[in-house]
Every structure is written in C-alpha cells, then in structure tokens.
C-alpha cells in the first residue's frame, strides 16, 4: 500500500487551507473505501503531517491536529500541498521545514501536488524551476516576480510533469483530486468520485473565469506608460511600430521590454484588452455579440470568436449564455414547463 500525506502548515494559511485539506482527505478516503467495496486493496494510506502538535485556522476558530510530524516520517510517496494565505514572499520558519521536507521527499522517489497557492511553498524548494506551474490568474503577476524561473500556465487547469503536479484557483483542487484518483486508482473510482462528490470531471481550463486587470507588477516605467496608452485606445488600430517611436525605443527592443515586463507581447495584451471589455460586455449588456465586436475594435467576426476562444476558451456567444443574467433567465424561461405541467 502506498502512503498519502497531506501537509497541514501552522503558518502562513488562510480559508482555503484547510478546504483543501479536508477536500483531499475526504475524496482520498472515500476512493479507499470504494475500492474496499469492490474487494479491492485500499491504494493509500493517508496521514495528515505538520511542523506542529495543533494547526489553528480562520483567526482561531478551527483547529487541525496532523497526526504525524514530519520529522518521523521518512518516506511516502504522494505529498498534497494546500494552499496558503495570499500575500506571500517567502516561507516562515515552520513553512520552512516543510519546504526542506518536500524537496526530500521528491528526491528520494515521493510524487508532488500543489493546490492553487500551495505552488508557493512547492516553488520555494526550487523544484518548480524551468518547469511548468498552474495556478490562481490572480496570483499570476506576483508569483512571478518571485519565482521568475517557473514556466507559468495560468490558462491550464492542471500541469503534469515528472511527478510534480500542479492546479489552478479556488475550488478547482478538486479537480486536481480526481485528476489524481485516476492516475492513482482507476478511471471508474475518478467517475464515481466526482458523482458522489458532485464535481465536474475532466476540467482543463481557467481561462474562461480569468480577470485580466493588466499586468503591472514590475518596475519598467515606460513600458506601463504603454499599457495605459494600449488601455485607453484598444478600440483603435494600433500601430506599434508607432508606438514604439512615441516612446522613443526601437521596436525590437520595445518587443522585448514589453514580453520581460508583462510576459506577454504587445499585441496579445492588446488582444487581452479588448476580450476583457468584450467579455464586460457581454456579461451585462444586451448588445450582440457582433455589437460587441465592433464596440471593442473587431471588424472580423472569425477573427473575433477565434481571439475570444483562444483567450477565454468558450465563443462569444457560449460566454455569454453562461454569464448574462438576461440571457440565462431568457434561457430558462424558454426551457420552463407549461403552466399545469407537474413536476417531480
């Protein structure tokens, strides 16, 4: 039998820390006694391990005790990393020793998985170096001034990559979950997970619930007087061989401060722009989705749904079924029964 350890840490935690704990340990539990049922050996072994004897969380009123502490706990072989509380910069001293324990248990064979901010704990071991790393599009520009050698997939859901395994924002370390019940058990257990626990299955993608406020945690003064130039005329046509000479950089140069500063190049967070109005749009107005187009600078509708899809991953019209209230409320009214239809 393999052993499963979920890290509780004592510092450094928020709500989502514990979600992700009890989250993991129930699912894990529940896959366990579902295999029991089909007379089949349970895969893991799971303990919750810890720096500490007790781990307090949401200001005090809840209370997690590890029933193991890390340092006799030589060997296992998968690790669950919760997430942490926003606002990181480098470990304390107790995240500190978990982070030296991670980075030995990967060393001596131990698979690794971080949930949403947990990957600042799992980067800060240095194992996340040229490797890729999902996590919150929230969280994206200041995990990069910190770790600027993680390859960072922020539209992926989940990244997977020589035993190290990584996931999105919020809630979706569920998804991870399953991702690893499948690999772990089997693809039934996965199913039958995500319908008792009633979670979407087979998720790869964030992208459509991303906010994309600009990226301008960095310290290039003229490349943000370019973003605020590309913000304020995104309905226009943009030369940026112009705008490259407006601020007196050449263009290749201009390129390249820009992708240093943003990770992006100047036409994609140009596109980025646009989508974000047009998403704004769509999710409160009742424009169509070519009123739309045009409003935000489009002129092509095939180029349109092509950005729009490539950035949000859903079409136009797929987002705004989704997101406006008028059209889902349209939606269910067309859908609703006659008057004397009994339901059940």
Known sequence: MKHLTI?????????????????????????????????????????????????????????????????????????????????????????????????????????????????????ATGLLDHRNCSLHWNAVDHFRTLFPKVILKAEQLITDEQGIYTNGGGYSFLNLILYLVEKFYDRQTAIYCSKVFQIEIDRHTQSNFAIFNGQKMHDDELIKKAQEYIEQHFQDKISFEDLSRKFAVGR??????????????????????????????????????????????????????????????????AYKGRYNKGSTSAWHQHQAPPPNTERY
């Not at 509780?8 to 579902?34: K, M, R, W």
């Not at 049922?37 to 809840?62: C, H, W, Y």
């Not at 980025?272 to 769509?282: D, P, Q, T, Y």
């Open 7 to 123: 890290l509780v840490p004592d510092a450094q935690t928020g709500p989502n820390t514990l979600s992700c704990i009890v989250g993991a340990y129930h699912i894990f539990t529940e896959a366990n006694n579902h295999y029991q049922r089909q007379n089949k050996n349970p895969v893991f072994t799971i303990e919750l391990a810890g720096v500490s004897p007790q781990a307090d969380f949401v200001n005090g009123l809840l209370t997690v005790m590890p029933q193991k502490d890390i340092a006799t706990l030589q060997h296992t072989d998968l690790v669950i990393i919760p997430a942490i509380r926003a606002g990181f910069s480098k470990p304390d001293s107790g995240n500190q020793l978990l982070v030296s324990w991670i980075r030995e248990q990967y060393k001596t064979g131990a698979e690794l998985a971080s949930m949403c901010s947990g990957a600042y704990l799992l980067a």
């Open 252 to 317: 290749r140069n201009f390129d390249r401060r820009f992708i240093k500063a943003t990770g992006n190049t100047p036409v994609v967070y140009w596109q980025r722009v646009k989508i974000e109005s047009a998403k704004k749009l769509l999710e409160t107005s009742r424009k169509t989705v070519n009123e739309v187009m045009y409003e935000v600078g489009y002129t092509d509708i095939k180029a349109f749904r092509e950005v729009f899809r490539k950035i949000s991953c859903l079409s136009p019209t």
